[in-house]
């Protein structure tokens, strides 16, 4: 049971190049969150999924794309990477709403220069 | 809409001295109030949460906290540190059940421990 797992661990773009970035997870959670984190600023949740299928703007969109077309994959996409998309990105999953606890990955830091 | 503050940005405490971190919630509704702790290169760990029930509330690694309504506030505690302790703990409020899970953390106190 691997938990939450995130690909890559690092990695540097260049100014409008693209990449995705992966997360699965293998304990049968409906609900997936991608969290991006910079420093002092606490975690803001980009988007989020209940379901396969089913997909929502969290608080910080923008410059982001999602889908989930399976229970265990929830991969996010940058189209044109910017330097405001400098930061840690975590994905974690929970098994349901509410007070359900969320379960993180180890996150993948990402440098646009 | 829930948002939380932790008013500590960094704390130092000696090894095996008493610990207090700080949390405040706002928050319409009965909250879920969850503290996490995040360790150097490492995603996060939940220590402790709290639903409904007894306002203090026992988490892993000697952990706990006291959900207090009037205050609006569920402050983490631990007797005795260890110099493992040392790490970023961050506090958070999610929605009630019935709702999306949206979890809305807190800006983060880095903890140092001195030996």
């Known amino acids: 049971n691997a938990g939450v797992t995130q690909t890559p661990k690092f990695r540097i773009l260049k100014i409008g190049q693209s990449m995705t970035l992966q997360c699965t997870q293998d304990m049968n959670h409906n609900y997936m969150y991608w969290y991006r984190q910079d420093p002092g600023m606490g975690l803001k949740l980009i988007y989020y999924?209940?379901?396969?299928?089913?997909?929502d703007k969290g608080e910080v969109p923008n410059g982001y794309n999602v889908s989930r077309s399976t229970t265990e994959d929830f991969p996010l996409r940058l189209e044109l990477a910017a330097p405001s998309q400098t930061s840690v990105y975590f994905c974690?999953?929970?098994?349901?709403?509410?007070?359900?606890?969320?379960?993180f990955g180890p996150g993948t830091r990402l440098t646009v220069t | 809409a829930q948002s939380v503050t932790q008013p500590d940005i960094h704390i130092t405490v000696s090894e095996g001295a008493s610990l207090e971190l700080r949390c405040n919630y706002s928050y319409g509704a009965t909250p879920y109030l969850f503290w996490y702790v995040q360790s150097p290169g490492q995603g996060l760990q939940l220590l402790l949460k709290y639903f409904s029930g007894d306002t203090l509330v026992q988490g892993i690694k000697g952990f706990e906290a006291e959900f207090k309504r009037s205050q609006s506030s569920f402050n983490l505690r631990k007797p005795s540190v260890h110099w493992s302790d040392a790490a970023e703990y961050f506090c958070?409020?999610?929605?009630?059940?019935?709702?999306?899970?949206?979890?809305?953390f807190g800006t983060g106190t880095r903890l140092q421990v001195t030996l």
């Open positions: 974690a999953s929970s098994y349901s709403s509410g007070g359900h606890e969320q379960y």
């Open positions: 958070a409020v999610g929605a009630a059940a019935g709702t999306a899970s949206k979890l809305t």
């Open positions: 999924s209940v379901g396969a299928g089913i997909t």
